[in-house]
Every structure is written in C-alpha cells, then in structure tokens.
C-alpha cells in the first residue's frame, strides 16, 4: 500500500477502529470523561470560530449524529447553506450535543464566519473574546462595527466557569487551507488570546474527504495512510503553533442520507480529544 501515490508506508497517527466495536470504545472513553466533571458544573461549553461555510454548522450536525445510538439518518439540527451564502450564522447559536443522565448539558456554540474584512482589533473579534470569556448570552446578534454594549440584554455582567467556553475550535476547511489566508492573522491573535487565558484550542480540519487522500485507497478508512492529510495537519500545526495532537481532520456530512461507521468514529475522535481538554480546564479552574 505504500508504494501507491498519495500514500505513506505506514500509518501515520494511530486511531480508533472504523469499527462499530470502535465506536463503542470511543464513546465509553467520553460518557466515562463525563463522570469526571464536578458536580457544581451544570454546563460544558465548546465554541467554534472560522470563516464562512468551513463547516461549522455541518460539524455540530456530524457530531449529534455519531453520537445517536443505532442512528439511520444525519442529524440536521444546525442548518447548513449553500458555500456561497453570504452570512450562514450571523448569531451565538446554541445547540445541545448531549444531555447527561446528571443533568449536566454539553454544548457546542457555532457563530457568524469572520467578515470578509476582519483586522485584530475589530468589534467582531471584540465580540468573540467576550464570547469566549462568557459575557455574551446565546443569541447575539454579531456586528461587523459595534461591540456589545454593557446595556444589552445579551450582555451577562457576571459570567460564572459554566458560562465560558471551555474548549475554542478553529474550523478550517482542508481543501481551502492556505487559499485564503487573510484570516490567518486574526486567528493567531485569538489564538493568543486563548493562551492568556489558558483556554484550549483545537484546530478542526472538516472536508478531508474532499483531498485526494490515496489513489489507490481513496476510501476515507485510510485517512492515516494519506501523504496529504499528514502534510495538512503539519502545515496547521506549524501555521499556527499548536502540537499536531491538537489538529483534528474529521468529514462532515454534507450531502450523505445515511451515517457511515468511519465518519462517525472520525467525528467522535474528535469529540474525545476536545471533551478532554475541556474537562481539564473545568477542573483546573474548579478544583
């Protein structure tokens, strides 16, 4: 298999099985990190950032799906538009990923791609910093040129640990990376930002299935025998300074019907890597 185009001689990341046995491992490995929240925490808060259609709304979806027991159809919870809609979420958008028998609720937050002209000090990046530190309520409503006012009813004064995000995602579409970098730069200064604040981030590289992965194995089970989902994950680890652990390539579905056992088990990865760091920052700041 090595000798073919596009792929490596070995694996490059050892992964969960594309198994249902797989899966099942996987999702014991996170219902168990849940059991590890502390009790006066009632909420798990997962915030992703990236410019429009990289696949924000369609990873919520793809996530609520993997998750759903002997699931035969894709979760379309998030809506999800056409790639060149000019605005597919403009506001702090909510959605349930799963309700723990402890009444503990995991969340994720999907807001408004960056503009299309978006500098470092912008009222949009602005708005995401709050965001992140939990100053801003579901439902807002992002603007290009005016922050949240203090006086808004979108405006929470005092936000408590469950009210921030603990975990910050930058989706990047694999197929468009290093296309359009003028973002690039902003996402560095979040990614500061997040730092300052010892808030974990994760890279999420959505469309992978979209890369010539192998010519001879194009199948999406060979992810981590493909040349060019390795050398994705390098260039975003390297562009923005973060371990290649902390770069995770999923596929979304998109035009699917039905769930598949290997995007299910990608999507939970994912899921797993990012809970993890969630549950540490919670306990850090907690305990």
């Known amino acids: ?159 408590t640990i469950s009210d921030r995000m603990h975990c910050v995602l930058f989706v990047i579409k694999a197929t468009d990376f290093l296309q359009e970098t003028a973002n690039y730069e902003v996402m560095n200064a979040l990614r500061t930002f997040l730092e300052k604040h010892r808030i974990p981030l994760r890279i999420v590289l959505t469309a992978v299935d979209r890369l010539n992965l192998c010519k001879s194995h194009p199948q999406l089970k060979y992810i981590y025998w493909s040349k060019v989902v390795k050398e994705k994950v390098e260039t975003a680890g390297y562009t923005f300074c973060l371990r290649n652990a902390y770069i995770l390539p999923i596929a979304n579905y998109v035009n699917e019907t039905e769930p598949t056992i290997t995007t299910d088990v990608l999507a939970l990865e994912a899921l797993d890597n990012i809970l993890q760091q969630a549950v540490f920052f919670i306990k850090d700041n907690v305990l």
Not at 40 to 47: G, L, Q, R
Not at 123 to 135: Q, S
Request: with cysteine.
């Open 1 to 159: 298999m090595g000798n073919c185009e596009g792929c490596l001689g070995q694996t490059w990341k050892t992964g969960i099985p594309f198994s249902e046995k797989g899966k099942k491992e996987v999702l014991k490995h996170i219902f168990d990190s849940w059991s590890d929240i502390p009790e006066e925490i009632s909420k798990v808060n997962i915030m992703m950032i990236g410019n429009m259609s990289s696949g924000k709304s369609s990873f919520t979806n793809t996530l609520r799906t993997a998750l759903k027991k002997d699931c035969r159809h894709i979760d379309t919870t998030a809506v999800v538009y056409g790639q060149h809609h000019e605005s597919v979420t403009s506001q702090l958008h909510k959605v349930n990923l799963y309700n723990g028998p402890d009444g503990k609720i995991l969340q994720v937050f999907d807001c408004r791609g960056f503009p299309r002209q978006c500098g470092q000090q912008s009222a949009f990046v602005k708005d995401l910093e709050k965001a992140v530190m939990g100053y801003i309520k579901d439902n807002y409503q992002f603007m290009e040129k005016t922050e949240i006012d203090a006086n808004s009813p979108y405006f929470r004064e005092n936000p």
